[in-house]
């Protein structure tokens, strides 16, 4: 076995690992987005409030719809491993963008108990 073969099969386990523990952060990130919009729905505008829940509803089912893919396909190639770790990362990415931006758009400046 070569290099780039040892490469390869560690990417591809660690994929396998990534997109079988997958299920339950999409689940509980999805339920913690609502029960804090739901929280902060008086204190700001509902706009703001909706819209960013909708971005991270969107966000969450965009990961499961590629976490169903990824368990429906085969990954044996080193090319196929390397856009599923991407999609994973770029679906991470935009999931702690949305959650960082919560930060910004859900607490009031001038409220510390919010």
Same mark, same amino acid.
């Given at each position: 076995m070569n290099n780039?073969?040892?490469?390869?099969?560690?990417? /591809?386990?660690?994929? =396998?690992? /990534?997109y079988s523990g997958n299920s339950v952060p999409l689940v509980s990130s999805a339920? #913690? &987005?609502g029960i804090l919009a739901f929280m902060q729905r008086n204190v700001i505008s509902s706009t703001v409030v909706v819209s960013w829940f909708a971005l991270i509803a969107l !966000?969450? @089912?965009? =990961? &499961?719809?590629?976490n169903f893919a990824y368990h429906r396909s085969s990954t044996d190639t080193e090319a196929k491993t390397h856009v599923w770790l991407l999609r994973f990362r #770029?679906? !991470? /990415?935009?999931? $702690? #963008? *949305?959650? $960082? &931006?919560?930060? @910004? /758009? #859900? @607490? %009031? *400046?001038?409220? %510390?108990q919010n």
């Open positions: 780039m073969d040892k490469k390869t099969a560690i990417q /591809l386990e660690q994929l =396998r690992q /990534l339920a #913690l &987005a !966000i969450m @089912f965009s =990961r &499961a719809i590629i #770029l679906g !991470i /990415l935009t999931a $702690g #963008l *949305a959650w $960082g &931006a919560s930060g @910004f /758009l #859900l @607490f %009031p *400046a001038n409220d %510390p």
